[in-house]
C-alpha cells in the first residue's frame, strides 16, 4: 500500500485539535454550572472555575469572555 501523502495528516492533526478545544470548553462549562449551583453565581470567580477546570485563568477567558 501506497504511503499516504502529507496533506492527509493535517486534517487529522487539525481534527484532533479541534476535538481538544471542545473537551476544554465543555469541561470549564460543566465546571462553571457546578460551581454556579454549590456556591451560587455571584460567589464563583472566573479564577475558582479555571482552578477547578485544571486550565489557567487565560485559557478560561479565551474561551469564554466571563462568567
Known amino acids: 500500500m501506497p504511503a499516504q501523502p502529507a496533506a492527509d495528516a ?3 492533526a487539525e481534527s ?4 481538544k ?3 476544554t470548553r465543555a469541561l470549564i462549562l460543566e465546571t ?4 454556579f449551583k454549590e456556591r451560587g ?10 482552578a477547578e477546570a485544571g486550565v489557567s485563568v487565560g485559557s478560561a ?3 469564554y469572555e466571563g462568567k
Open 10 to 12: 493535517a486534517p487529522s
Open 32 to 35: 462553571a454550572m457546578r460551581l
Open 41 to 50: 453565581y455571584e460567589k464563583t470567580t472566573m479564577r475558582a472555575i479555571a
Open 16 to 19: 484532533a485539535k479541534t476535538a
Open 61 to 63: 477567558y479565551y474561551y
Open 21 to 23: 478545544s471542545e473537551r
